[in-house]
């Protein structure tokens, strides 16, 4: 069982910066990859980026990239997302989740295993 607790949001202004971090506990980190979701108010839970067990690939959905890292820290057993030039369309709860398939980079939901709680961006205008 893993346990992944998000943490980082906030209310930032448009054009600001965020980091948000997934501690897990429990389980084998190093060994999955590792997503982040976000779930803005009405809408369904979207995909924004992934990253490997180790760290070395990563990928990003259109509407964050080149504004957006993802990167991780096996030895905190840590991830992170570093979110620049936020926009007011980027609040939502954002979510870390677990897939056991460590050298893959999914988007699709029914992959990842275990889920965080969620962390609130809220960016203003």
């Known amino acids: 069982q893993v346990q992944l607790v998000e943490s980082g949001g906030g209310l930032v202004q448009a054009g600001g910066s965020l980091r948000l971090s997934c501690e897990a506990s429990?389980?084998?980190?190093?060994?999955?990859?590792l997503a982040w979701f976000r779930q803005a108010p009405g809408k369904q839970r979207a995909w924004v980026a992934a990253?490997?067990?180790?760290?070395?690939?990563?990928n990003y959905a259109d509407s964050v990239k080149g504004r957006f890292t993802i990167s991780r820290d096996n030895a905190k057993n840590t991830a992170y997302l570093q979110m620049n030039s936020l926009k007011p369309e980027d609040t939502a709860l954002y979510y870390c989740?677990?897939?056991?398939?460590?050298?893959?980079?999914?988007?699709?939901?029914?992959?990842?295993?275990?889920w965080g709680q969620g962390t609130q961006v809220t960016v203003s205008s």
């Open positions: 989740a677990t897939d056991r398939l460590g050298s893959r980079l999914s988007a699709v939901l029914r992959d990842f295993d275990y």
């Open positions: 429990g389980g084998t980190f190093s060994s999955y990859a």
């Open positions: 990253i490997t067990s180790s760290g070395r690939y990563t």
